[in-house]
């Protein structure tokens, strides 16, 4: 085990809590953008942003897949016992501080997924009301095209 294991440990786990704690922004900024802006090309930026983070987060996830094969660490990560076969590589400081670092990421990444969930339920209903809206307009317009077949009044444009 090389000795810069433990600091490339802590970089790693440093980087993936700025992503999502980025990603967590973004997704406030979706929300806005669906409920309060209705703005689509502002939502698309976003949605372009968040998928570079996205992308980040798998190259991380390699590197993560080096630094474990180096620490001799079999468990697969996200899986039970994995943090605790990681730990036993490290000292005992390097494994307390790794430990709270940790703790602040599981969080960061739950509240996250409930972020992404209550976007994606905004953008469905915002979704739906679009939709509700152009089958509206085409009644509008079919109906207005009878009207005119019927010999109603005349359009000229």
């Known amino acids: 085990m090389r000795d810069d294991l433990p600091a490339r440990i802590k970089n790693l786990l440093s980087t993936e809590l700025g992503i999502y704690a980025t990603l967590r922004t973004m997704v406030s900024r979706e929300l806005e953008a669906i409920v309060l802006n209705e703005d689509m090309e502002e939502l698309l930026q976003i949605l372009q942003e968040k998928q570079a983070l996205i992308s980040r987060l798998q190259l991380l996830a390699d590197s993560w897949g080096e630094v474990l094969a180096e620490a001799g660490v079999e468990e697969v990560r996200g899986m039970d016992g994995f943090w605790d076969q ?29 972020a992404e969930a209550h976007a994606q339920e905004a953008l469905e209903k915002h979704v739906d009301e679009l939709r509700t809206k152009l089958a509206s307009m085409t009644r509008g317009r079919d109906a207005f095209i009878g009207y005119t077949k019927m010999g109603g009044s005349t359009f000229e444009p």
Do not use: N, V
Not at 89 to 105: G, K, M, S
């Open 86 to 114: 990681l730990s036993s590589c490290l000292p005992a400081p390097y494994a307390d501080e790794f430990a709270a670092i940790l703790q602040e990421t599981r969080s960061i990444s739950e509240d996250l997924m409930k």
